[in-house]
T-cell receptor, first 112, second 113 residues
Framework: QKEVEQDPGPLSVPEGAIVSLNCTYSNSAFQYFMWYRQYSRKGPELLMY????GNKEDGRFTAQVDKSSKYISLFIRDSQPSDSATYLC????????????FGDGTTLTVKP | KAGVTQTPRYLIKTRGQQVTLSCSPI?????VSWYQQTPGQGLQFLFEYFSETQRNKGNFPGRFSGRQFSNSRSEMNVSTLELGDSALYLC????????????FGNGTRLTVT
């Protein structure tokens, strides 16, 4: 069983929709949580990171962490075609995230 | 600030050969991590270097090795290449202290024939 499980998708939504991307984890040592976006033939791009339970907002993106349920989510409001990419969750037992465990990614397509 | 730079972008090697990949981190970042990305296994951690010392290591065979120089630049070496080593190799840098998420380069695409 993988330490990090990510909803596999793929996900297809109309432009303007609210998107919910989710990961669960089994390792209670994880305390640092990150979300990345990866476009084709590019490296992952950091979107958000947090180490506390609750919500963190940045523009159209909201990261939510529930440590008691070992569940994290990324919400994208007013989704745009440019948001079409693969989204990866990542977790680390330390705030120094050098050694992180990644989900397998969810591919999102936003249709105009 | 310049991002993480990886060279070369693409490599084609023959089984049995060895290869060296290079990574220049973001200026001021002292930690460099390497990851292997494949369609079947996703992103898997190889190792992390901080101030020229290996700080963490993943579950890869000894054919995979790395090093970090005093300017924080890092190299990764794979010896005796196997077909299964074909992957996107990603380098990521961070400050290595405090709250320090990873910042990735665009990777080196290695194909082993």
């Amino acid at each position: 069983q993988k330490e990090v499980e990510q909803d596999p998708g793929p996900l297809s939504v109309p432009e303007g929709a609210i998107v919910s991307l989710n990961c669960t984890y089994s390792n209670s040592a994880f305390q640092y949580f990150m979300w990345y976006r990866q476009y084709s033939r590019k490296g992952p791009e950091l979107l958000m990171y947090t180490y506390s339970s609750g919500n963190k907002e940045d523009g159209r993106f909201t990261a939510q962490v529930d440590k008691s349920s070992k569940y994290i989510s990324l919400f994208i409001r007013d989704s745009q075609p440019s948001d079409s990419a693969t989204y990866l969750c990542a977790m680390s037992a330390n705030t120094n995230a050098g050694k992180s465990t990644f989900g397998d990614g969810t591919t999102l397509t936003v249709k105009p | 600030k310049a991002g993480v730079t990886q060279t070369p972008r693409y490599l084609i090697k023959t089984r049995g050969q060895q290869v060296t990949l290079s990574c220049s981190p973001i200026s001021g970042h002292r930690s460099v991590s390497w990851y292997q990305q494949t369609p079947g296994q996703g992103l898997q951690f190889l190792f992390e270097y901080f101030s020229e010392t290996q700080r963490n290591k993943g579950n890869f065979p000894g054919r995979f090795s790395g090093r970090q120089f005093s300017n924080s630049r890092s190299e990764m070496n794979v010896s005796t290449l196997e077909l299964g080593d074909s992957a996107l190799y990603l380098c990521a840098s961070s400050t290595g202290q405090g709250s320090s998420p990873l910042h990735f380069g665009n990777g080196t695409r290695l194909t082993v024939t």
